[in-house]
Nanobody
């Protein structure tokens, strides 16, 4: 079993930056794919970004809406995955959820076995 705890959310003005963190415990962190989803008020939960390791290095995916502004990374020594969010826009306002799964495809599909409790990100205009 894996427990995920997010942190780093908050209130920021448009154009600003935030870094979200998700720390995992309970299982070998490096063996699972990790990712971020977000859910805005009145909308369905949506994929933001994901990361896993392959033999040739890290595999990362981003939603089109965040490409070029958000960067996902992971520190296996700290069992933590990060989401650096730059050039934030009001439409980035949402609850951000960390997720993990045995496969990268499951993370991207939103069918991961593990989910955090969510952290609120609010971007003011």
């Amino acid at each position: 079993q894996v427990q995920l705890i997010e942190s780093g959310g908050g209130l920021v003005q448009a154009g600003g930056s935030l870094r979200l963190s998700c720390t995992a415990s309970g299982r070998t962190f490096s063996s699972i794919a990790m990712g971020w989803f977000r859910q805005a008020p009145g909308k369905e939960r949506a994929f933001v970004s994901s990361i896993s390791w392959s033999g040739s290095g890290a595999i990362m995916n981003y939603a089109n809406s965040v490409k070029g502004r958000f960067t996902i990374s992971r520190d296996n020594a700290k069992n933590t995955v990060y989401l650096q969010m730059n050039s934030l826009k009001p439409e980035d306002t949402a609850v951000y959820y960390c997720t993990g799964a045995a496969s990268h495809s499951a993370v991207v599909a939103g069918s991961g076995e593990y989910w955090g409790q969510g952290t609120q990100v609010t971007v003011s205009s």
